[in-house]
C-alpha cells in the first residue's frame, strides 16, 4: 500500500489562522488599552470639572487688583497693590498691538470655540520636524484661563484638561473681542507689569495709543516667557523676540514690507530702570497695617496684596484726623515734662468696634504703640479690675472700709503715691478716688491673685499674669493701650464684653464675602452691680479725685495711671458712647553703649542705637499729662460718635437690631446747657415739639431762657427700635459720610392709612401749640425782688423730666419754688438699676 497524499494547501491555511489569533489578542489588547484609556480621560475630566468655576462667574473673574480699605464713614483709608495693573477699553488699544498679540499667539483666535484642534496638530507636526521656529499650542483662551483664573503652571493631565474645559465655558460665556480684552489687560508683561497699558508707560514712558508698530511687536513678544524676556534685564532676548513678532505679522500680511523693514530698524529705547512698586500710601496708617496683618493672617497674602479686596473696617475717618491731632499737640505740649510719645485708642463699648487709633506720634513710623509688643506697664489704671475681681467675690462693696496703712509682703513693702498713709478706715470708693496703693493690696490678700488674673482675662487683657506677684495690683505687668480700653469697655457695657473688632466687612474682586465680623459679645464677664459700682467709683475719679482734668463731656468715668519710675503715664475712661485708653512716656532712641561709655559701632560704622524709656519729671502723672489730652479728646470724639448713628454699610439684619437694641438701652450723653454772658440759660429746643431738645430730635435749635427755668426734655423723638429701620437695612447711603441721625424714621403707611395719619399728624400739631403756649408762660420773667421766705414759697430739687421732687438717680435736676406746704410727690421714673440699690 501507498503512503497518503497530504492535502495540497493545508499548511497556508494554519499559518492564516494562526496569524488570525494572534491578530486578534494584539486586537483585544488595543481594544482594552482603548477602553482603559477612555475611562482614564474620563476619569481625569470628571477631576478636572470638580470645583471649576460657573459660567456665570468667569467673565468677572481677575488676574488681581488692588484691594481698597474704607472707613465707616466711606473714605478710603487706602490702596494695597504688588502690581502695576491699569485696565483699558479694547477701542483704546492701538490695531498694531491687536495684530502683533493675535499674530504671534494663535492666529485662529476668531475661528476656534477655545481649543484650536488644528493649531495642536500643526504645532505636534511643526515641532517634531524640528522647524526653525518651535510653535505652541495654547490659545489666547487658554492662557487668559491658566494665568488669571487658575493661576496655576503645572504640568499635569488635570490641569490641561481643566484649562481646556474652563477655556470652552469662558468662549461660550464671552465674546472674542471681551475675552482679547481681558486678555491684553490682565496677561503679565515681565516683574510686576500686567496689561499692555502700564507696559507701555513703564517700559517706553508712553502712552499706549502713542506706540510703534517694533514697539508693539515687543510688548506682543514678551509674553511667551516674560521672566527671559523682561527688557529691564533682558534686553537682547527682547530684541530676538521683537524680530520674531514683526516677522509672523508680516508672514500673515499684517503689515506690509515697507513697514516691517521700518519697524526693524527701528532702535527702541527703553527706560534705563525698572519700576518700584509703591504699596502703601494710607490715611490712618497704624490702623490700616493692624488691619492688613489681621487679613493676611487669615486669608494668606496673595488674596490681600492681589485679590482687589474691598475691606470695610470700624474706624471713623473724622474720629481718627481728632485723635491724631489732639494726640500730637498734647504730647508737643507736654515737652517740657519730659514726654515725647504717646498712643490713643478708642473703642465703640457696646460693640468693640475700633473707632480711632492714633498709635504714635510719628505717622510714619512703623510701630503701633497701642497693640505694640507686650505694652507697658499700666499702672493704677488696672486697679478697677482688681476691684471689680473683689466686687464680684461679694466680699467687699463701694462703701467697705479698709484701714490705709503700711503693708508688707515677704519682703516687699508697699506704700502710697508720694509715700505716707492716712492710718484710718477709708471706702473704696474714696480709695479708688485718690488711688490709694495699700488699700487695694490689702484687699488683693483677702480674695487671691488668680481671682484677679482670671477677671483680668475675661475682661479682655491677653497677656500672661502673674499668681504670685502682688505688684500686679498696682500694674507692674505689661499690657497695651488697646487691652486697657478693650477691659474698661465692660464697665458701661453693663458687665458684658465685646471683642475689639477692626474689620467688618471684607469682599473679594467677584463680591463674595470672604469675612463678616458681627459684634462677639461674651455675657456677664463681671456682674452688673460690679461694672456700676466702678463706674460710680470711676465718677468720682474725675470729679473729686485724681482724673479732674478729664471731666470734660457729661458723664465721664475714668482712672489715671502712673508708674512708680515716672515712665509712663495713663488715663482710661469712658462714657455711655465711647472708651478711650491714653498712654504717654519719655521714649528715646540712643546709641548702644560699651563698658567704656563710647558707642558701639555697626558693620557700617555707624552707631547701633536702641530704644529706651527714660524717666520724666515728677509732675508728669496721670492726671497731668493723659487725663487732659484724653479730655479734649473726648470732647470732639462724643459728638463725632452721636452724629454718626448706623453706619451705612450693608450690614446683617440681626446686626442693626443688636446695635438698635444697645442705643436704645443706652442712652447718649446728654449735652450740657450753656450759660451766656448774662447769666441766662441756652438750652438746645426742638423745632417739632418746643421742648429741650434730645440726641434723637432732627431739627433743633437754640433758645435763651432765664436762668432757673424748668424745660421739660422732648418725648417725641426716642431711640430707634429694629422694626423702625427694618425695611431700610438693606440700602447703604447715597453719600460718602455717615447717617447724621441714629435711624431712618418708618414709612408712610398708603391708602386707607392715609387719612388715618393726618388725622394723627393734626392731633400733634395741636398739642404742639399746646406744648409751646405752656413754655411760653412757664417761662416768663418771675418776681426775684422778694426772698421764697417772703413771697411763702419755699424751693425743691425737681426732676427736669417728671416735675417732681428728684431722685438720686434723676439724671436732670433744677431748683423749683413752690408755696410753702404744698406736697412734692418723688419721682418715681428713674430708679436704681438691678445691682445699685447699695449706692
Known amino acids: 500500500m501507498g503512503r497518503p497524499r497530504r492535502r495540497k494547501g493545508g499548511g497556508f491555511r494554519l499559518f492564516l489562522s494562526r496569524v488570525g489569533a494572534f491578530l486578534g489578542i494584539i486586537l483585544a489588547i488595543v481594544l482594552t488599552v482603548l477602553i482603559s484609556g477612555l475611562l482614564y480621560a474620563g476619569d481625569k475630566v470628571r477631576l478636572a470639572a470638580q470645583g471649576m468655576p460657573s459660567s456665570a462667574t468667569l467673565s468677572q473673574e481677575m488676574a488681581g487688583g488692588v484691594t481698597q480699605i474704607y472707613s465707616t464713614d466711606r473714605v478710603l483709608l487706602g490702596e494695597v497693590y504688588t502690581r502695576f495693573h491699569e485696565r483699558v477699553d479694547l477701542k483704546d488699544i492701538p490695531q498694531c498691538l491687536l495684530d502683533a498679540t493675535i499674530a504671534i499667539e494663535d492666529k485662529r483666535f476668531y475661528e476656534h470655540p477655545g481649543i484650536d484642534l488644528k493649531g495642536i496638530a500643526r504645532s505636534i507636526y511643526k515641532n517634531a520636524a524640528g522647524g526653525r521656529r518651535s510653535e505652541g499650542a495654547s490659545t489666547l483662551t487658554q492662557q487668559l484661563v491658566r494665568n488669571v483664573i487658575l493661576r496655576n503652571r503645572e504640568k499635569t493631565v488635570e490641569r490641561k484638561l481643566r484649562e481646556a474645559l474652563l477655556a470652552y465655558q469662558v468662549e461660550r460665556s464671552m465674546t472674542k473681542d471681551q475675552i482679547l480684552e481681558r486678555y491684553l489687560n490682565d496677561i503679565n508683561y515681565g516683574g510686576q507689569i500686567f496689561g499692555v497699558k502700564m507696559s507701555a508707560k513703564l517700559f517706553f514712558g508712553k502712552e499706549l495709543k502713542d506706540i510703534t508698530i517694533s514697539e508693539a511687536a515687543m510688548i506682543a513678544g514678551l509674553v511667551q516667557s516674560p521672566p527671559k524676556t523682561y527688557p529691564f534685564r533682558h534686553p537682547e532676548a527682547a530684541m530676538e523676540r521683537r524680530n520674531t513678532v514683526l516677522i509672523t505679522m508680516l508672514e500673515q500680511n499684517k503689515i506690509t514690507r515697507a513697514q516691517y523693514d521700518t519697524a526693524r530698524a527701528e532702535k527702541i529705547n527703553i527706560l534705563p530702570e525698572p519700576p518700584k512698586i509703591i504699596s502703601y500710601n494710607f490715611k490712618a496708617p497704624h490702623f490700616v497695617r493692624y488691619v492688613l496683618k489681621q487679613l493676611v493672617a487669615r486669608h494668606g497674602g496673595d488674596q490681600v496684596y492681589n485679590g482687589g479686596l474691598k475691606v470695610y473696617t470700624t474706624l471713623n475717618w473724622e474720629m481718627q484726623q481728632r485723635a491724631d491731632e489732639i494726640l500730637r499737640a498734647g504730647i508737643r505740649a507736654e515737652r517740657g515734662r519730659g514726654v515725647t510719645e504717646g498712643a490713643l485708642i478708642c473703642l465703640e463699648p457696646h460693640t468693640g468696634w475700633i473707632r480711632a487709633m492714633a498709635a504714635g506720634v510719628d505717622e510714619k513710623s512703623e510701630v503701633n504703640f497701642t497693640v505694640f509688643g507686650k505694652g507697658r506697664q499700666p499702672g493704677s489704671t488696672f486697679k478697677p479690675i482688681v476691684y471689680a475681681a473683689a466686687f464680684d467675690s461679694g466680699k467687699y462693696n463701694l462703701y467697705s472700709e479698709v484701714r490705709d496703712s503700711a503693708v508688707k509682703i515677704g519682703s516687699k513693702s508697699f506704700r502710697n503715691y508720694g509715700g505716707g498713709y492716712s492710718n484710718s478706715e477709708m471706702t473704696l470708693e474714696n480709695a479708688i478716688a485718690v488711688s490709694k496703693n495699700t488699700i487695694p493690696i490689702k484687699v488683693a490678700q483677702v480674695i487671691g491673685l488668680k481671682r484677679i488674673v482670671d477677671t483680668a482675662h475675661r475682661m479682655g487683657i491677653k497677656q500672661k499674669l502673674p499668681t504670685n506677684d502682688y505688684t500686679l495690683v498696682l500694674g507692674s505687668i505689661e499690657v497695651t493701650p488697646l487691652e486697657m480700653a478693650s477691659a474698661f469697655s465692660t464697665f458701661p457695657n453693663g458687665g458684658d464684653h465685646a471683642e475689639p473688632i477692626a474689620v467688618r466687612l471684607a469682599v473679594d474682586a467677584q463680591g463674595n464675602v470672604i469675612e463678616r465680623n458681627e459684634p462677639r459679645i461674651t455675657k456677664s464677664v463681671i456682674k452688673e452691680s460690679t461694672a456700676a459700682s466702678i463706674g460710680k467709683a470711676l465718677e468720682a475719679v474725675v470729679n473729686r479725685g485724681t482724673g479732674k482734668a478729664a471731666n470734660t463731656v457729661p458723664g465721664v468715668r475714668g482712672k489715671t495711671g502712673t508708674t512708680s519710675d ?274
Request: include cysteine; aromatic fraction near 4%.
Open 566 to 839: 515716672n515712665k509712663d503715664t495713663w488715663f482710661v475712661g469712658y462714657t455711655q458712647e465711647l472708651v478711650a485708653a491714653l498712654w504717654a512716656c519719655n521714649r528715646q532712641i540712643k546709641p548702644v553703649l560699651d563698658k567704656a561709655g563710647k558707642p558701639i559701632l555697626d558693620k557700617n560704622g555707624k552707631p547701633k542705637m536702641m530704644e529706651r524709656y527714660l524717666e520724666m519729671d515728677s509732675d508728669a502723672t496721670g492726671g497731668h499729662v493723659s487725663a487732659p489730652i484724653w479730655g479734649r479728646f473726648m470732647s470732639a470724639a462724643v459728638p463725632i460718635q452721636q452724629r454718626a448713628g448706623l453706619e451705612p454699610i450693608l450690614l446683617p439684619e440681626d446686626l442693626q437690631k443688636q446695635r438698635l437694641a444697645a442705643a436704645a438701652k443706652v442712652p447718649p450723653t446728654p449735652q450740657p446747657d450753656k450759660i451766656n454772658d448774662a447769666g441766662e440759660l441756652v438750652v438746645m429746643i426742638c423745632e417739632e415739639t418746643s421742648k429741650r431738645a434730645s440726641a434723637y430730635c432732627h431739627e433743633t435749635v437754640e433758645k435763651v431762657f432765664p436762668k432757673g427755668t424748668v424745660i421739660n426734655s422732648c418725648k417725641l423723638h426716642k431711640a430707634p427700635t429694629p422694626e423702625d429701620v427694618a425695611t431700610t437695612t438693606a440700602s447703604p447711603a447715597p453719600e460718602a459720610r455717615e447717617e447724621p441721625t441714629p435711624a431712618p424714621r418708618r414709612r408712610r403707611r398708603r391708602d386707607a392709612a392715609a387719612e388715618e395719619e393726618k388725622r394723627q399728624e393734626e392731633e400733634k400739631r395741636q398739642q404742639r401749640e399746646e406744648q409751646r403756649a405752656r413754655v411760653e408762660e412757664d417761662t416768663k420773667p418771675r418776681d426775684e425782688e422778694k426772698k421764697p421766705e417772703e413771697r411763702g414759697e419755699t424751693e425743691v430739687e425737681v426732676c427736669t423730666e417728671t416735675g417732681k421732687q428728684a431722685t438720686a438717680y434723676c439724671p436732670e435736676r433744677v431748683m423749683k419754688k413752690f408755696p410753702v406746704g404744698t406736697r412734692v410727690d418723688s419721682c418715681r421714673i428713674h430708679k436704681a438699676r438691678t445691682g445699685e440699690e447699695d449706692r
